[in-house]
């Protein structure tokens, strides 16, 4: 069975940090481009970020850039977004998929595949 699962979500104070993990089972992440997506209360799903396992590339969001950085780690079956800095518009339901890494976020959201079932993220004081 083809499944995303995502974990690492919590309550966090702004200027802080959270690690999410995206773990692929029944399929291999080689070859594959996993994007991180992000759906505020009352908002449409947005892109954060597409990592791609072909050249182990990835591209961001302008609302993320310089904070958030998506990579593929030690357990190569899983994806990785680590979130510094967050502040308290980051707050949301953080999911991953299978995407394909071309055009820009928004093409990312609608070219996903295997949607995970979401972790939430809140940051507040």
């Known amino acids: 069975q083809v499944q995303l699962v995502e974990s690492g979500g919590g309550l966090v104070q702004p200027g802080g940090s959270l690690r999410l993990s995206c773990a692929a089972s029944?399929?291999?992440?080689?070859?594959?481009?996993i994007g991180w997506f992000r759906q505020a209360p009352g908002k449409e799903r947005e892109g954060v970020s597409c990592?791609?396992?072909?050249?182990?590339?990835?591209a961001y969001a302008d609302s993320v850039k310089g904070r958030f950085t998506s990579s593929r780690g030690n357990a190569k079956n899983t994806v990785y977004l680590q979130m510094n800095s967050l502040v308290p518009e980051d707050t949301a339901v953080y999911f991953c998929?299978?995407?394909?890494?071309?055009?820009?976020?928004?093409?990312?959201?609608?070219?996903?595949?295997?949607w995970g079932q979401g972790t939430q993220v809140t940051v507040s004081s």
């Open positions: 998929a299978s995407t394909l890494c071309i055009g820009d976020p928004a093409g990312w959201v609608s070219m996903a595949a295997t």
């Open positions: 029944g399929f291999t992440l080689d070859y594959h481009e």
């Open positions: 990592y791609s396992s072909k050249d182990g590339r990835t």
